[in-house]
């Protein structure tokens, strides 16, 4: 996306809305430090949450290493947002999700695998935002522990799903699914 323009699009058969000005009701994905904006997660999660009524946007980061660079392309993107704001991360882009959220009043915050506490990185670890806060992680993560996630979830008491899977999750993109449309259909207010 870019330069953040408004533009209407087809991914995987699914119309896109991608750019401000958001609608009444928007979901925007931050996708990891080496994947894309529209990869499998991304596109699955993005059907849920177009079949529920929601618009769409997938910031692209890819050649931004700073999380911090990452996090304020995010909120500027985010502050066009009209109605409810919802934001999905994967990895790296659970933690910029989740300090984006510390400066927008977002609906919610989805995370998939957050990157919290990783070495070199854990002063960098966002605090936990007073919006609803779901996470799915896979036990046999080895990139980022799942010890993080339940280290970062328990003073805020963020909802968590540990799933028989890694880093990817491919092999669970279906409970995915399922989860992350009863996510949407409690933050939808």
Not at 8 to 18: F, G, L, N, R, S
Not at 112 to 125: D, V
Not at 169 to 179: G, N, R, S, W, Y
Request: aromatic letters at 6%; charged letters at 15%; proline letters at 8%.
């Amino acid at each position: 996306m870019g330069a953040h323009q408004e533009q209407t699009m087809t991914i995987d058969e699914i119309p896109v809305h991608a750019g401000p000005p958001y609608g009444t009701k928007h979901v925007v994905f931050s996708h990891g430090k080496e994947s894309g904006p529209w990869g499998s997660k991304i596109r699955a999660l993005a059907a849920v949450a177009t079949a529920a009524g929601w618009a769409l946007d997938s910031i692209d980061y890819q050649g931004m290493a700073d999380p911090a660079a990452r996090v304020a392309k995010l909120v500027a993107a985010g502050r066009s947002a009209a109605g409810p704001l919802v934001l999905v991360g994967s990895s790296l882009g659970g933690h910029v999700c989740t300090a984006a959220a510390l400066q927008l009043p977002v609906r919610g915050v989805f995370l998939l695998a957050p990157a919290f506490f990783m070495p070199g990185f854990e002063a960098l670890t966002p605090a936990v935002p007073t919006c609803p806060v779901e996470i799915v992680h896979g036990w046999h993560d080895d990139i980022v522990p799942v010890e993080n996630t339940l280290r970062w979830a328990r003073p805020g008491a963020a909802r968590v799903h540990l799933l028989d899977t890694e880093h990817r999750m491919q092999a669970v993109i279906p409970e995915l699914e399922q989860l992350f449309a009863l996510f949407l259909a409690r933050v939808a207010g």
